[in-house]
């Protein structure tokens, strides 16, 4: 029932396509109604929750499709493809994408260890990947219908909102992605915060050392759990984050040469090459292509 009353405030709140802001920083409620092929993007830690509507992530080769049924959980930035395969006038997706901040999912994580017990050290075994599916259960419906009934009342968003974010975060944590989302912001997040020194520096030389060294592993560890963690090797996902994040400024308006050096490339030419190696295509017929909406991950 929460679920399908979430449903009927989007519905209502989003007439036109693209974003909507509630008032609350990071909570965007949205709308699709033309099909969109999956395209160049990079996931920042989010999560999206459909209401109606297909929506597809692709990370390296790997398809995540998702609708009312599950949730998607991106606890880390992924460079992944993402499109609205079967968005349509009649069939629209609708939803809601709320950014997760880092602050204060680490401190509910935190939190959440010593709520247990001390503090434990991470457990063994493969890491959780950094997306994640999730079905909607209880805590996170009631989570985000609660929050999402602010919409409207200024007052009430301005006192209430970050409260009733934090109960959505809350959700998230102790349910079917709370794996994934503890092990990116709580005890054994090496591989989060590598990601992060990543995706702050596009524009500079990092090789795996630099990596590695930043979150205290040897080489060889860090290549074995970062593939584990992304399914690519460390610096197959540097090339993916800079060429996606390229093509998002392209699609932005940024030409081919600023996108290409702003992602670390000297050469234009090397740029280009690897981008149509990657994606079957040149920046420029990229950017001619059809693309998200801006903002919509």
Not at 139 to 149: N, V
Not at 182 to 211: C, H, K, Q, W
Not at 246 to 255: C, E, L, Y
């Amino acid at each position: 029932m929460s679920r399908e009353r979430i449903a009927r405030l989007i519905d209502d709140l989003v007439e036109e396509d693209g974003l909507t802001d509630v008032g609350v920083k990071g909570v965007q409620l949205f709308r699709v109604s033309e099909p969109v092929r999956c395209a160049p993007a990079v996931y920042e830690p989010s999560v999206v929750a459909i209401t109606s509507g297909v929506k597809e992530a692709v990370l390296d080769g790997r398809s995540y499709v998702y609708d009312h049924s599950r949730y998607l959980c991106c606890a880390m930035s992924m460079p992944v493809e993402a499109g609205t395969p079967t968005a349509s006038p009649d069939n629209p997706l609708l939803g809601v994408q709320i950014s997760l901040d880092t602050k204060v999912m680490t401190e509910l994580a935190i939190e959440m260890e010593h709520a247990a017990g001390a503090i434990r050290a991470p457990r063994g075994g493969p890491l959780p990947q950094g997306i994640a599916l999730a079905h909607w259960d209880d805590a996170f419906t009631d989570a985000l219908l609660r929050l999402l009934q602010l919409t409207g009342n200024p007052a009430d968003m301005a006192v209430l909102g970050e409260g009733r974010l934090r109960e959505v975060y809350y959700a998230l944590l102790k349910g079917e992605a709370g794996d994934t989302a503890r092990r990116a912001f709580g005890v054994g997040n090496e591989i989060a915060r590598a990601i992060e020194y990543v995706s702050t520096r596009l524009e500079e030389p990092v090789t795996i050392d630099d990596m590695a060294a930043q979150v205290g592993m040897s080489r060889a560890t860090f290549h074995r759990k970062f593939k584990q963690a992304t399914t690519m090797s460390p610096i197959q996902f540097v090339k993916s984050m800079r060429l996606n994040t390229a093509a998002t400024r392209m699609a932005s308006g940024m030409n081919v040469s600023e996108a290409a050096m702003a992602v670390g490339y000297a050469s234009p030419s090397q740029f280009s090459r690897e981008f149509k190696r990657m994606y079957g295509q040149s920046p420029r017929q990229w950017t001619a292509a059809a693309a998200l909406p801006a903002g919509i991950v």
